[in-house]
Structure formats: structure tokens, C-alpha cells
């Protein structure tokens, strides 16, 4: 393990910031990228995602680079790129006006030439292209229309034939398509409301061929949610037909630091391992207040797919060879800084220190004032080895303190400006101590210009420390520094946790389950993971200071097997893995 291997969600991109107003009315400025598409092309990973400036590219997945372009349409959401007869194509989501298909063989010399202007628009798109040469491209956007497939004219891009319906909403057999915060449709979104009438949204198709099986993966219920999510379906042609995957959702993370893991894409690295790459969500600004995540996935023997997403914002490695994506990527290091005291120069009302520490990406410190030298302390109790510290910057209010000129703005849409994001660098020093009086810098970025907004440092090797200190010295728009996470991982003195116990797992509809476990002493949290077979735990929801879980996404008719894994500072216990009954399942409409 080395420290230019470990990575940690959310990634560290140059998110570029939207200037919104909301349906109601509500105006804001915030970092946003989504709906991201990575594809390996000739040695070089490439990050495509909505709201951005260009696309991202990287040797090893690990450091990211913005690479500017004006060649294609960049800032449309979902853009879509696969690698089609040795070359890129990309396209974008477009409304009322068709969607044209770019194509580049050296994206980073910015060649990027129309090949079609399109023949129809479409939102959500992805292109794929299958071992005998022919194209097929899948695209849907709707809580009413389903997912969409057709086959392309391999050098127009115009249908041939016209569109099959693919994948449309159950929500009587799949609860983790259920619309609403923890499932909850008291705890719908405005907008799914409004909008939608509070039907889930089907969206963000992918197509991944393994073996002789085709699976079309899609997202839902919404992007806003911490319940977003990708499942699939699975068939023997690139049309099908398709059948549903009991196993989905293959990609979900509705606890934890960050939340949600939904439209993304599933991609081979150089060795052959699988990854996946999913939305993750803050949505306070605005909905589309969102960063990409990355994980390790993969193909178990019967050709379940899956998302290795326990502790999956947890410092992760990022091997430079074949790899178990279930026990080779877990840097092995925990979180020290949980709701730790914590001090700070000064606070606003309502955003105070302690919300640097809280693991939650949705709240955050604010420094009373603008000025260089506010700061934040994490106290962790005691000398303890610190391997790794996230700093996670947050938004504050940015569209009353930003001066933004007009010409800044770059039109998207008629509630939508950009601004590009490069021109804005936070720059902080972080330290850490023994003592509180004598610090050690950990990486300072005074004079770096360097916007790295979930920025994550490595001390490989650990070092002692008591006391973590961030002081902010410049700041996007001349804002406050505000901070939702001051995230300090490394290795704790005690011992690990107790095992759960009295675990209790009923059905209380063909949906969910009731779980309820002894609390244990010492534990900061646990982690529940879950899945159709003892052995085949694939899917997690982390939770913190709670003995108690409505495990809301399960596939009716379905039998499952849980554990309750209890954790602290010191390590991970794992929990008994026992039966959940199995609930009758209801009449499915057709």
C-alpha cells in the first residue's frame, strides 16, 4: 500500500459551481458534477459527468485532471461516452431538439468533430457497442416513460427500426425503488412532488456486457435521495429480453458520510478488475448539489453483479494489479474524529463547530467572518496514529457574498448559469499536534491556487497526533471557510467492539424489514449488511448512535440473510449473519 494508491469518496474533482434558482424561487451557488461515465481508452481512464467544464482524465484513478473543452457540449447533463470502432463518441442529454454525437480518437487534443447532429432528442443516453460491430444506444429520463433501446446505423447514428421499452418502475415488487428519504414518502422531495407526483424516476441506463449476458443497469428512485440507487436487469441480446435482477440494487449507499450511489457506469480498470462509479448526493443548495463516487465491483462465479460498498467512504485502495474487490481495498484505517470535541475560532449561529464532526456531508462549520486565519480544531481524546485526513469544504451561502460579474456566467438553461470553478481555490494549511502548542504541517496550500474540495492527505506511515487543525487563508468568492467534514482516519488504542447481539430481523411487508440489535458498548456505529444468501451479503447501510433499521429496499417475495457489523476507532466486529422470513409477494401489475 502506498499513499499515491488511497483514494476517498467523494472524489476530489474541480467540481464547477451552478448559480440556480428553484422552483421556488430560491437562489444559490454551489459545486455540482453527476451522472458520471468513465471509460479505459488506450491507457487513460476518462471522466465524463453533468455540469462540467470539459472531462476528466487520469493514469491510475487516483489523481484526476480537468481537461477544458469547448468542442462538444460539455455542460449538458448526462453526457455519455463509450469507445466505438477505436474511437470516443459522446452525446448528451437534450429536450425538444435532436442530440448530436461527437467522436474523438485523442480527446486530449481537444479533436472532438461532430459526426451527427442527431435524429431525435433523448436524455439520459448510452451508447454501446457489441462484439459483432453493431451499435445500440439506450436513453430514458421519466417517472412515466419507460427506458428506451434501439439499434444505430453504425456510421449515420440514425434508428434503425423503431424503440423498444425496456425498463419501466415496480414499486409494488421493489422497495428500493420507492420514492422518499429512507424510502419514506412523507420525506419526498419537492420537486418528485411537483413534478413527478412522487413516482420514482427510471434513468441513467448503462449496458455492460460479461460473458454472453447482457445488463442494463439503470437508476432510481431520485438523485436528491439518499436512497438513489442502481439496479439491472439481465438478457441474452443487447434488446433482450430483459429480466429483472433480484439481487438489485447492485450499487446503493444510504448511510454514511456521503449518500447515494445511483446513474453511473461499470468499467474495467488495465488489470481486468470492475469498478463502478455512481452519483452521490449533498442537495442542500440546490437538488443537483451532487459528486461522483467510485468503488470496486465486480462478477461473483453465478454472474451476480455487485458493488463492494461497505465503509465505502472510508479511505479506499486502489490496487496496481488483479485484485478481490471484497477484501483487497479497505485501507484498513478508521474513523478517529467521530463527534470528537471540537473548537473553533468562531462559528456562525447554527453552523457550529461540532457539525465538522458529525459524519454527515449535509451540514457543516462556518467561520464568522471572511477573514484569513479562521480555524477549527479536532480533539481526538489522545495520542493517537493518523494515517489520513479528509477535509470537506462546503458551500455557504456563496450566491450572497459572491460578486460574480455577467460575463462570468455561462448560459445552460433558463434557471441555470455556470461558473467555471478553477478561478475559486480554497487554500488552507492542516496541521496536527501532540500537544496543542507544537504543529506539524500536514500539507499547506497557501499560494497553490488549487481547488480541492474533498482533498484527502495520507501520512502513510501514520504519525502521532491529539489535535487536527485546518486554517483557512483564502476562500471561493471571498466566503467564510465552512467545512462539513474534518474526516481523521487512522488507528485507535482500544479495543474493537463487543458483537452485535439479540438480533431481531421480521418482515413487516413484502418490502421491508424490521431490524432491532442490543446496542454495544463502545461502538460508534454499525454497519448492516444484507443480500439473498448467507454467503452473499452484497449490499450495506451504514447507521450511527441507533440499535434500530427499516430495511426498506428489499424485492418482494425474496428471502434474505443479514448481519450487524459493530465498529468504533479501533475496528470492525463482525456481526452472526441470520435469516430474514421471507414475506409473500403481492400481485404485480403487468
Known amino acids: 500500500m502506498t499513499a499515491s494508491r488511497i483514494v476517498c469518496n467523494p472524489l476530489d474533482l474541480q467540481y464547477a459551481y451552478s448559480h440556480v434558482r428553484s422552483l421556488t424561487g430560491k437562489r444559490s451557488l454551489s459545486r455540482e458534477a453527476?451522472?458520471?461515465?468513465?471509460?479505459?481508452?488506450?491507457?487513460?481512464?476518462?471522466l465524463f459527468a453533468s455540469m462540467t467544464p470539459g472531462f476528466f482524465y487520469s493514469d491510475d484513478l487516483v489523481t484526476w485532471h480537468l481537461k477544458r473543452s469547448e468542442k462538444f457540449p460539455a455542460y449538458d447533463y448526462a453526457p455519455d461516452v463509450r469507445e466505438v470502432d477505436g474511437a470516443l463518441i459522446i452525446s448528451a442529454s437534450r429536450r425538444g431538439k435532436p442530440s448530436p454525437f461527437y467522436r474523438?480518437?485523442?480527446?486530449?487534443?481537444d479533436d472532438f468533430v461532430e459526426i451527427s447532429p442527431g435524429t431525435f432528442p433523448f436524455w439520459d443516453p448510452n451508447l454501446f457497442q457489441d462484439d459483432d460491430g453493431r451499435i445500440y444506444l439506450y436513453w430514458g429520463c421519466d417517472a412515466r416513460v419507460p427506458i428506451q433501446g434501439i439499434e444505430l446505423d453504425r456510421t449515420t447514428y440514425e434508428p434503425i427500426g423503431t424503440p423498444d421499452a425496456l425498463i419501466a418502475s415496480s414499486t409494488e415488487a421493489r422497495g428500493w425503488e420507492r420514492n422518499g428519504e429512507d424510502h419514506d414518502p412523507k420525506q419526498n422531495s419537492l420537486l418528485s412532488k411537483v413534478i413527478f407526483g412522487g413516482k420514482p424516476m427510471i434513468e441513467g441506463a448503462w449496458m455492460t456486457k460479461h460473458g454472453d449476458t447482457y445488463y442494463l443497469q439503470y437508476a432510481a428512485p431520485a438523485t436528491e435521495l439518499n436512497t438513489y440507487a442502481d439496479g439491472y436487469y439481465t438478457g441474452p441480446g443487447p434488446l433482450g429480453p430483459f429480466t429483472y435482477a433480484p439481487d438489485s440494487p447492485f450499487s446503493a449507499k444510504p448511510g454514511g458520510f456521503v449518500t447515494g450511489a445511483g446513474h453511473g457506469s461499470t468499467f474495467q480498470d488495465t488489470h481486468g478488475n470492475w469498478w463502478h462509479t455512481a452519483t452521490v448526493r449533498v442537495s442542500v443548495n440546490q437538488t443537483y448539489e451532487r459528486r461522483v463516487g467510485l468503488f470496486p465491483a465486480g462478477f461473483d462465479d453465478d454472474g451476480t453483479l455487485f458493488s463492494n460498498q461497505n465503509f465505502a467512504d472510508y479511505p479506499m485502495i486502489v490496487p496496481d494489479h488483479p485484485f478481490d474487490p471484497w477484501h483487497e481495498t479497505f485501507a484498513g484505517w478508521m474513523l478517529l474524529s467521530y463527534r470528537k470535541p471540537v473548537a473553533a475560532s468562531s462559528s456562525l449561529p447554527g453552523h457550529e463547530a461540532r457539525l465538522a464532526v458529525n459524519e454527515s456531508v449535509r451540514d457543516w462549520w462556518v467561520a464568522a467572518t471572511n477573514e484569513p486565519g479562521e480555524h477549527l480544531t479536532v480533539d481526538l481524546g489522545g495520542?493517537?496514529?493518523v494515517h489520513?485526513?479528509?477535509?470537506?469544504?462546503?458551500?455557504?451561502?456563496?450566491?450572497?457574498?459572491?460578486?460574480?460579474?455577467r460575463s462570468a456566467l455561462r448560459a445552460l438553461e433558463g434557471h441555470k448559469r455556470l461558473i467555471d470553478a478553477t478561478n475559486h481555490p480554497t487554500e488552507y494549511v492542516l496541521e496536527s499536534s501532540v500537544d496543542g502548542e507544537t504543529w506539524t504541517p500536514l500539507w499547506d496550500g497557501r499560494g497553490t491556487g488549487v481547488d480541492a474540495p474533498h482533498k484527502m492527505t495520507v501520512v502513510e506511515q501514520g504519525i502521532a497526533a491529539r489535535y487536527v487543525r485546518v486554517t483557512g487563508h483564502k476562500t471561493p468568492f471571498n466566503a467564510p471557510l465552512a467545512l462539513s467534514g474534518v474526516r481523521v482516519f487512522g488507528l485507535g488504542t482500544g479495543p474493537t467492539p463487543a458483537p452485535t447481539t439479540d438480533v431481531t430481523a421480521t418482515r413487516i411487508d413484502p418490502l421491508t424489514a424490521a431490524l432491532s440489535w442490543r446496542p454495544v458498548e463502545g461502538a460508534d456505529g454499525y454497519n448492516v449488511r444484507y443480500g439473498r444468501h448467507p454467503e452473499k451479503l452484497y449490499h450495506s447501510w451504514l447507521v450511527h448512535d441507533r440499535a434500530s433499521l427499516n430495511l426498506s429496499s428489499l424485492n418482494a417475495g425474496e428471502a434474505y440473510w443479514v448481519a450487524v457489523d459493530a465498529f468504533n476507532e479501533n475496528?470492525?466486529?463482525?456481526?452472526?449473519?441470520?435469516a430474514i422470513s421471507r414475506h409473500p409477494a403481492p400481485a404485480v401489475k403487468k
Request: no cysteine.
Open 383 to 385: 495520542v493517537l496514529s
Open 571 to 578: 475496528g470492525i466486529t463482525p456481526g452472526a449473519v441470520s
Open 104 to 109: 474523438t480518437t485523442d480527446p486530449l487534443a
Open 388 to 405: 489520513a485526513v479528509q477535509v470537506n469544504l462546503a458551500d455557504h451561502d456563496l450566491h450572497r457574498t459572491a460578486a460574480v460579474p
Open 34 to 46: 453527476a451522472d458520471p461515465s468513465i471509460v479505459l481508452f488506450r491507457g487513460t481512464y476518462f
